[in-house]
């Protein structure tokens, strides 16, 4: 079964330090989401990809996160330099087209010291 | 702007009870509804969702959901639980415009007792 792929799970970091996350989507998945989840709150949309193109970074904090999803395919999202609020836990999902059903990965958690 | 409310943090329910997991959304324009279940340290999985028609929504591992419009409710229901079912449940909306933005409450933890 075709699953969302994620790496690393976990991450430690120090603050000041620049941080990244791989998110690999399900084959033929146009729409690709990254969700930021603080502990004991729901995700929260940080960016949507439509192929290589962003649609929606309105959430995303651009004076230190950037994202990108250069062939289409696979993606990055990079913190420089990490706070101590950005400890969470960073979702990627996929979907065939905007509209369709989301498929989620496991997640990167990400614990800034 | 649109928003999901998810009326309790926690729930505690012994195994083979009936369960109820609620959520108000609110909304300027037709919504599509979903729950979504977490387990530790995992993803999400998609239990159920409302797009149209009937309002009573059945989903996988015996859960359903009825749509009310007029209370602009969509919760989450079991006639029997099991242990297994012990995870973080989040309901979730999206606008019926060409968006693919999830907008999800706060989350229910389902505590499942023996």
């Known amino acids: 079964e075709a699953e969302v792929a994620q790496s690393p799970r976990y991450k430690i970091t120090e603050k000041s330090q620049a941080v990244a996350f791989w998110c690999d989507p399900i084959s033929g998945h146009a729409t690709l989401y990254w969700y930021r989840q603080i502990l004991g709150q729901g995700p929260e949309l940080l960016v949507q990809?439509?192929?290589?193109?962003?649609?929606?970074d309105s959430q995303l904090p651009k004076d230190r996160f950037s994202a990108e999803r250069l062939k289409g395919v696979d993606s990055t999202l990079k913190i420089q330099p990490a706070e101590l609020g950005d400890s969470a836990m960073y979702l990627c999902?996929?979907?065939?087209?905007?509209?369709?059903?989301?498929?989620f990965g496991p997640g990167t958690r990400l614990t800034v010291l | 702007a649109q928003s999901v409310t998810q009326l309790d943090s926690q729930v505690p329910v012994f195994e083979e009870a009936p369960v109820e997991l609620r959520c108000n959304y609110s909304s300027s324009v037709s919504v599509y509804l979903f729950w979504y279940v977490q387990y530790p340290n995992q993803g999400l999985q998609l239990l159920l969702k409302?797009?149209?028609?009937?309002?009573l929504v059945k989903g996988i591992n015996g859960f359903e959901a009825e749509f009310n419009k007029s209370q602009t409710s969509f919760h989450l229901r079991k006639p029997s639980v099991h242990i297994s079912d012990t995870a973080e449940y989040f309901c979730a909306l999206r606008g019926s415009g060409n968006t693919g933005k999830l907008i999800f409450g706060q989350g229910t933890t389902l505590q499942v007792k023996p």
């Open positions: 999902a996929s979907s065939f087209q905007t509209g369709y059903e989301q498929f």
């Open positions: 409302y797009l149209s028609g009937s309002t």
């Open positions: 990809f439509q192929d290589e193109s962003v649609v929606d």
